[in-house]
Structure formats: structure tokens, C-alpha cells
């Protein structure tokens, strides 16, 4: 009689990538907290595997100046979109700034 092994596949994240908890306990928030967020599309995860979601590891200061943004000075999530959004194109000038100085 031939015996059937089944193998569990395992996929190893690199190093970047962080699983919703690992995320959450980096940023010391719960877990449902940062799934929040995601539906708000305040972070954006950068893969899903069926039902759970992975992060890079670049989002852990994101979700820490939300945190700060909603605990320290109330703004809820619609205006923590505006101000994310309006430090988003800030770096992005900068950074053209930057880059149209180093021109020849």
C-alpha cells in the first residue's frame, strides 16, 4: 500500500515584509487597528496571500505618524488621508527640487 504525503507549502517573506501582526506589534497598535487603516487606504499592504495581508517594512513610520496624527492631536482618518496625502506631494517636490539643483 502506497502512503500519500502531503506537503504543507511554505512561503519565506523576505526580510522587508511584515505579516498584519508583526506590522501592528512594530507600530504597537492592535491588529484590527491597521486593518482599519487599510480599508481607509491610509497604508496599502504590497502582497496578499489569500485572507492575509504582508507589508514592507517602510510602512512602520507611516502607521506610527498616523497613530500620532489620530492619539495626539485628534484628527480623524479623513483628515489624516489629507495630511498624508499633502506629505506625500511635499517629498515629491522636494525631491524634484533636489533634483532639478543637481542638474548640469
Do not use: K, W
Not at 22 to 37: C, I, K, Q, S
Not at 62 to 78: C, E, F, M, S, V
Amino acid at each position: 500500500m502506497t502512503t500519500l504525503h502531503r506537503y504543507e507549502l511554505v512561503f519565506r517573506r523576505a526580510e522587508n515584509h511584515l505579516s498584519l501582526e508583526a506590522l501592528a506589534a512594530r507600530a504597537d497598535m492592535h491588529p484590527a487597528l491597521v486593518e482599519r487603516f487599510v480599508e481607509c487606504g491610509l497604508i496599502e499592504p504590497s502582497a496578499r496571500e489569500g485572507a492575509s495581508l504582508f507589508f514592507d517594512a517602510a510602512t512602520v513610520p507611516r502607521l506610527r505618524l498616523i497613530g500620532r496624527l489620530r492619539d495626539n492631536l485628534g484628527i480623524n482618518l479623513a483628515g489624516i488621508a489629507v495630511v498624508l496625502d499633502l506629505l506625500d506631494r511635499l517629498r515629491a517636490l522636494q525631491r524634484e527640487n533636489e533634483r532639478q539643483r543637481n542638474r548640469p
